[in-house]
């Protein structure tokens, strides 16, 4: 039996104990006197920040932060360990041997996983393409071979749910990409499995889906439209990938009437999902469409996140100027003709943008923005807003925030650019 309490926006305690099928039936019957008292909870001790979960004989723990768990074993932010379960719980996470079940690197990040009855399926991101991992649960419950993969990522968010866990191996798989609506096909996770345990299954999704389910009904006519991704360079030399969706045969000739949208915040991931109304409306009619991967988003886990926080703020805007100037000198697109568009978190990145690059842009959509960031407090801003943009009401103000508050940042001096130049 697990409780947990949530002590902070990102951090999290977790106690368990031990329960016998005795102590989950009726006060009055039989078994619940044989079972004996319940035990008392105790709390383990995993990073505050950690998420964690029970599988077989193994706990397993998505770490959002580097973590030392003694001299000597030092695990990177957006790794996912298992180790035993009973054992880890009794003597704590000191001479403890752990697993490394998914490691994450530059461009690699896992999104979701699910459990089945004898397997992890693992939704991961490489260079914000899906790729399903199958990891089989071996040795009662104690220990994860990986039996197969995706031969290649394709260009699309993918998330995996087990049908029964305690049942079967089935698990429903949701997939969807800019110009693919959203669909839920029946996969099975033992169809993974071969025979020869040295060999790594790698097959494209006809592998594991048994049938395509349903599909919601597409918006628009995709059928001459094509998804293309980018790369440019940041400010830093940082590699930044984006993705273009356009007409098939479109002329690269500055012309064309683009719309770029970004994010980048909150560990927020901008990745491939449908995109219908943009479809109606920009597509459609011969629009160009493009979404930035920058740093402050979820696209390459925590790590990707964490780049663009607090003082390094200014790291995501920088990302968001670098593909815009990219779109320009690849000839898609000219200033005149590229607008670019951003909500919430994003109304600040375009607002940002704007001030800081207004000869690069011919139109601004800046919605729902957080423009002022000396008052978010007193807009509402919850106090996760503190961990992400910093605190307003510190030094934090005059040695950082206030350089990324465009209210405080408008220059009367400067020479204007209409948004319509």
């Given at each position: 039996?697990?409780?947990?309490?949530?002590?902070?926006?990102?951090?999290?305690?977790?106690?368990?104990?031990?329960?016998?099928?005795?102590?989950?039936?009726?006060?009055?019957?039989?078994?619940?006197?044989?079972?004996?008292?319940?035990?008392?909870?105790?709390?383990?001790?995993?990073?505050g920040?950690?998420?964690?979960?029970?599988?077989?004989?193994?706990?397993?723990?998505?770490?959002?932060?580097?973590?030392?768990?003694?001299?000597?074993?030092?695990?990177?932010?957006g790794?996912?360990?298992?180790?035993?379960?009973?054992?880890?719980?009794?003597?704590?996470?000191?001479?403890?041997?752990?697993?490394?079940?998914?490691?994450?690197?530059?461009?690699?990040?896992?999104?979701?996983?699910?459990?089945?009855?004898?397997?992890?399926?693992?939704?991961?991101?490489?260079?914000?393409?899906?790729?399903?991992?199958?990891?089989?649960l071996?040795?009662?419950?104690?220990?994860?071979?990986?039996?197969?993969?995706?031969?290649?990522?394709?260009?699309?968010?993918?998330?995996?749910?087990?049908?029964?866990?305690?049942?079967?191996?089935?698990?429903?798989?949701?997939?969807?990409?800019y110009?693919?609506?959203?669909?839920?096909?029946?996969?099975?996770?033992?169809?993974?499995?071969?025979?020869?345990?040295k060999?790594?299954r790698?097959?494209?999704?006809?592998?594991?889906?048994?049938r395509?389910?349903?599909?919601?009904?597409?918006?628009?006519?995709?059928?001459?439209?094509?998804?293309?991704?980018?790369?440019?360079?940041?400010?830093?030399?940082?590699k930044?990938?984006?993705?273009?969706?356009?007409?098939?045969?479109?002329?690269?000739?500055?012309?064309?009437?683009?719309?770029?949208?970004?994010?980048?915040?909150f560990?927020?991931?901008?990745?491939?999902?449908?995109?219908?109304?943009?479809?109606?409306?920009?597509?459609?009619?011969?629009?160009?469409?493009?979404?930035?991967?920058?740093?402050?988003?979820?696209?390459?886990?925590?790590?990707?996140?964490?780049?663009?926080?607090?003082?390094?703020?200014?790291?995501?805007?920088?990302?968001?100027?670098?593909?815009?100037?990219?779109?320009?000198?690849?000839?898609?697109?000219?200033?005149?003709t590229?607008?670019?568009?951003?909500?919430?978190?994003?109304?600040?990145?375009?607002?940002?943008?704007?001030?800081?690059?207004?000869?690069?842009?011919?139109a601004?959509?800046?919605?729902?923005?957080?423009?002022?960031?000396?008052?978010?407090?007193?807009?509402?801003?919850?106090?996760?807003?503190?961990?992400?943009?910093?605190?307003?009401?510190?030094?934090?103000?005059?040695?950082?925030?206030?350089?990324?508050?465009?209210?405080?940042n408008?220059?009367?001096?400067?020479?204007?650019?209409?948004?319509?130049?």
């Amino acid at each position: 039996e697990v409780r947990t309490r949530a002590i902070t926006y990102s951090s999290t305690k977790y106690w368990v104990r031990k329960v016998k099928y005795g102590h989950l039936v009726a006060e009055d019957d039989p078994l619940r006197a044989a079972a004996g008292d319940l035990p008392e909870f105790k709390q383990i001790e995993v990073p505050g920040d950690a998420e964690v979960d029970f599988v077989g004989n193994l706990i397993i723990m998505t770490l959002r932060s580097e973590w030392v768990p003694e001299a000597g074993k030092k695990y990177v932010q957006g790794s996912i360990l298992y180790v035993n379960a009973h054992k880890f719980i009794k003597y704590g996470p000191k001479d403890r041997i752990y697993h490394v079940l998914f490691q994450p690197s530059e461009r690699r990040a896992c999104e979701n996983y699910t459990v089945t009855k004898n397997f992890i399926v693992l939704s991961v991101m490489e260079d914000v393409k899906s790729r399903l991992e199958f990891h089989k649960l071996e040795k009662d419950g104690n220990k994860l071979r990986l039996v197969g993969t995706d031969k290649n990522a394709q260009i699309r968010m993918a998330d995996v749910r087990a049908v029964d866990p305690y049942e079967g191996d089935e698990f429903w798989l949701t997939t969807t990409g800019y110009i693919e609506p959203t669909t839920l096909s029946l996969a099975d996770a033992l169809n993974m499995d071969g025979n020869d345990k040295k060999v790594i299954r790698r097959t494209g999704s006809e592998g594991y889906i048994k049938r395509k389910l349903k599909a919601l009904p597409g918006q628009f006519d995709a059928s001459d439209m094509e998804v293309i991704q980018n790369t440019c360079y940041s400010k830093d030399g940082t590699k930044i990938p984006y993705f273009v969706v356009m007409k098939k045969g479109t002329t690269l000739n500055k012309s064309n009437c683009t719309l770029l949208y970004g994010y980048g915040g909150f560990e927020v991931t901008v990745g491939p999902h449908y995109v219908g109304p943009t479809g109606i409306a920009w597509l459609e009619r011969g629009g160009v469409y493009v979404e930035a991967n920058i740093r402050g988003g979820g696209e390459f886990g925590p790590s990707w996140h964490t780049a663009a926080i607090r003082d390094k703020r200014g790291k995501a805007f920088e990302d968001f100027i670098a593909v815009a100037e990219d779109l320009i000198s690849s000839k898609i697109c000219k200033a005149k003709t590229l607008a670019i568009r951003g909500g919430a978190n994003g109304g600040l990145l375009v607002a940002n943008a704007y001030l800081m690059r207004p000869d690069l842009f011919g139109a601004v959509h800046c919605a729902v923005p957080i423009l002022d960031l000396k008052r978010f407090k007193m807009m509402g801003g919850e106090d996760s807003w503190k961990d992400e943009f910093g605190d307003p009401e510190t030094k934090d103000w005059d040695v950082f925030l206030k350089k990324f508050s465009p209210y405080h940042n408008v220059d009367e001096l400067q020479k204007k650019f209409s948004p319509y130049h």
